[in-house]
């Protein structure tokens, strides 16, 4: 079964609305996710936020936040997800932010670095990952990667 269908199946049974913000993923998770049929069940909607102004703006991100530790990390993706939660009125708000490259990267924060975020009823969470490839690869591999946590979560919520 697909992914993105098993967590449609996983929201449903569950009463779930799902709402996302994007950043280096670019609106690629909110695609696979409308690619079911019966989407609009369980899916809210996301905001693409890419710059600083639009994580403000459209997500509450602190600007402290943003200065103090940047757009890819922990601190932000944790503001991102309660932002796009809230923004959606959804029980389950998901981030995610990173440097897909090829430029960006830092030493402590190279190219394919991904911070994944939740936001829920039972608590927030934010995940780090680092993928390799190009910035098409990173930006997939984040996408699947962001669903397989949502999906963990669902099932088994927080350790």
């Known amino acids: 079964m697909l992914l993105e269908k098993e967590i449609g199946t ?3 049974v569950n009463g779930y609305k799902l709402a996302l913000a994007e950043s280096c993923t670019g609106g690629l998770i909110g695609h696979r996710i409308t690619n079911i049929p019966g989407s609009s069940e369980y899916y809210l909607g996301s905001i693409t936020a890419y710059a600083y102004e639009a994580k403000e703006r459209l997500l509450g991100v602190q600007h402290n936040t943003l200065t103090q530790h940047g757009a890819v990390s922990e601190e932000t993706a944790l503001e991102m997800a309660r ?3 809230q923004a959606l009125a959804a029980d389950i708000g ?3 932010t990173g440097i897909a490259g090829p430029g960006g990267g830092l ?7 991904v911070w994944v ?3 829920t009823p039972s608590g927030e969470r934010a995940v780090r990952l680092l993928f390799e490839g190009s910035r ?3 930006k997939k591999q984040a996408a699947e990667q962001a669903l397989l ?3 963990k979560y669902i099932k088994t919520g927080f350790p």
């Open 10 to 12: 996983l929201l449903k």
């Open 83 to 85: 932002g796009v939660r």
């Open 94 to 96: 998901m981030s995610v």
């Open 107 to 113: 030493p402590l924060k190279p190219v394919g670095t």
């Open 117 to 119: 975020g939740l936001s």
């Open 136 to 138: 098409l690869q990173v």
């Open 149 to 151: 946590l949502l999906a």
